[in-house]
């Protein structure tokens, strides 16, 4: 075999262009954010920007109302991200080491509404949302996401794995229940904490149909909504366009390498043993 | 279900405390558990339930959320089955379903058994077939309406380049639904690949290292004992993978607005366009039922399926 004389593993053929199969488009948006719109619309297209252009940039962070989409994704998801975080803690350390009547009952329940699709709630949902006074605001975006079944059930699973002997002693030592869980089981619970983390950034962030659904003032927009709209009003903008969609992404892409290894172990862990 | 056995407190300690207060008795023996998931249930239970009830109401009335609403009982659910734009929906849906499912489990399959070794730069290439997939669809449709468009777009060109005609992709009627497909598998097929990497890396060494003495090729190892270790997170994968596919939305609003010729108005699309932009409220809760529907019979299957398995796996 005149494969085995390679300097390299033969996998290597055929995974690198498998791997830019997936990268190059990513690639091809960060290039052509830095591309003025003269190059862009060149024919045939050119892959490396001419000069570094931050037109585009400046188009979107200048003009309209973009910086004001991006605080509004900005608040929606530090706020159910926070929330989650507290609420999830404490359901699932009840749901993890408390007895108490109707917990299989409620614990159960919840586990049945991750099947219930979306667009089956949100019609409702929305009616509730304006029943409250929150349709059109960011209020409506933050309150039906305070906390998640997915979000109780992953944190159940990790805090039963720990070991109850340290909690013991400290219940001996007079903590009380809430004080156990946040000065004991939460500091051991980091790995799950960050996965909660993320997965509510990134599912919040990303979200278009709700913010499509709820909201319909365009200084109220998530970035999402903002950058369908932004496109379809920019058709000849493309710098611009692209310059959004890559500040759209970069935030969760951040989220993502900062937390990677974590992240990925646990959503499979709950996938494959779950 | 065994609800109520855990929580009676045990007698031992009913006997130590000579008067167990009555809210103990009531609500168990950490009653103060309930101020822990209170906040929690209420919203979960209240943004799920009540809604889905809510919805069955609406399915059954007429109402543009406006004026009064009245009650027809099954009428909605009778004009979708004769509403040929519905009837196309629910072709779109399956046709997009039947070709992401099986293309991103077994995609996702052969990726990662690709993955699976220890060679160098492995970590990058997991990464940049993971990454798309944490990509938002409205982000990905604004990217590939601009890959894709038949003027401008990089696809054309190099199309042109091989010298193939020119194609319209999204703005297509005969193309657009399989470009979504398209789009779809390359920002999902990520998922896939990880939660097979990590069924993978959970198969025990000593099994595969005993098939290599017996002197087993790769293909038989890979027939006999990886394939039948993978067996769970594959269905998994296959219920996951048709419930996003089923609930395909925020990717056709980001790029094709169920168009061309309403060749990518999908189930969820037609919900959104018949409750959000005609105000048809209780038609769209009757079509978003019968998603529902086809989508808690998937569910149920599979539970009763893993039910089944647990219980042979007692016997």
């Known amino acids: 075999m005149t494969l085995r004389r390679l300097p390299f593993s033969p996998w290597h053929l055929v995974l690198a262009p498998l791997a830019l199969l997936f990268a190059a488009p990513l690639i091809w948006l960060f290039l052509t954010s830095f591309m003025s719109n003269a190059q862009i619309n060149q024919f045939p297209p050119t892959i490396i920007p001419d000069a570094l252009h931050l037109t585009g940039y400046d188009y979107v962070l200048s003009n309209g109302l973009f910086p004001r989409w991006f605080l509004n994704s900005a608040i929606v998801s530090a706020a159910a991200v926070a929330s989650n975080l507290v609420l999830c803690s404490l359901a699932a350390y009840a749901f993890a080491r408390m007895r108490f009547r109707g917990s299989n009952v409620v614990f159960g329940l919840m586990l049945t509404t991750l099947v219930i699709p979306f667009q089956l709630t949100m019609i409702p949902t929305f009616l509730i949302m304006k029943e409250l006074g929150l349709i059109d605001s960011l209020g409506a975006l933050i309150v039906p996401g305070l906390v998640s079944a997915f979000g109780i059930f992953l944190l159940r699973q990790f805090f039963v794995s720990l070991p109850r002997e340290l909690e013991e002693a400290a219940r001996i030592d007079g903590c009380s229940r809430l004080t156990v869980l946040v000065k004991i089981v939460l500091p051991l619970a980091r790995p799950a904490l960050t996965t909660l983390a993320v997965l509510t950034f990134l599912t919040v962030w990303n979200d278009l149909t709700w913010p499509l659904i709820a909201i319909s003032s365009d200084e109220n927009y998530t970035l999402q909504l903002g950058l369908t709209t932004f496109q379809g009003q920019h058709r000849t903008e493309w710098a611009a366009v692209m310059a959004g969609d890559v500040l759209t992404t970069l935030p969760v892409l951040i989220a993502f390498l900062l937390a990677q290894r974590t992240f990925i172990q646990s959503l499979t862990s709950s996938a494959v043993k779950g | ?315």
């Not at chain 2, 007698?11 to 168990?28: D, E, L, N, T, Y």
């Not at chain 2, 290439?125 to 990454?131: I, P, S």
């Open chain 2, 1 to 315: 279900m065994a609800a109520a056995a855990p929580v009676a407190p045990p007698a031992r300690r009913a006997a130590a405390a000579p008067a167990p207060s009555w809210r103990r008795r009531v609500f168990g023996e950490h009653p103060s558990a309930w101020l822990f998931i209170l906040p929690s249930t209420l919203l979960i239970l209240g943004f799920n339930f009540l809604p889905m009830a809510w919805a069955f109401l609406l399915s059954l009335q007429r109402s543009d959320l406006v004026t009064p609403a009245e009650w027809i009982g099954l009428d909605n659910y009778r004009a979708l089955l004769r509403d040929p734009t519905f009837g196309d929906a629910v072709q779109h849906t399956l046709v997009y379903t039947a070709l992401f499912v099986p293309l991103s489990v077994i995609g996702g399959l052969a990726i990662a058994l690709m993955l699976n070794r220890r060679i160098r730069f492995i970590g990058v290439y997991r990464t940049l077939v993971f990454v798309p997939f944490i990509m938002s669809a409205a982000a990905q449709g604004v990217l590939f309406s601009f890959i894709l468009d038949p003027q401008y777009g990089l696809a054309n060109a190099a199309l042109d380049g091989v010298g193939i005609a020119r194609q319209g992709f999204l703005q297509d009627p005969g193309q657009a639904l399989y470009v979504l497909v398209g789009i779809g598998l390359w920002g999902g097929l990520g998922f896939c690949v990880i939660v097979f990497l990590a069924a993978l890396q959970d198969i025990p060494r000593e099994l595969l290292e005993a098939a290599s003495i017996d002197g087993a090729r790769r293909w038989a190892t890979l027939r006999k004992i990886v394939l039948p270790s993978l067996r769970p997170v594959t269905i998994f994968l296959l219920v996951w993978q048709t419930f996003q596919a089923l609930q395909l939305f925020d990717l056709v609003y980001a790029t094709s607005r169920g168009g061309p010729l309403g060749a990518t108005t999908v189930v969820v699309y037609y919900v959104y366009e018949q409750a959000f932009q005609f105000f048809h409220a209780g038609y769209g809760s009757a079509a978003a039922y019968v998603l529902a529907l086809a989508i808690f019979a998937l569910g149920g299957t599979q539970l009763a399926v893993r039910a089944l398995r647990r219980r042979r796996a007692v016997a």
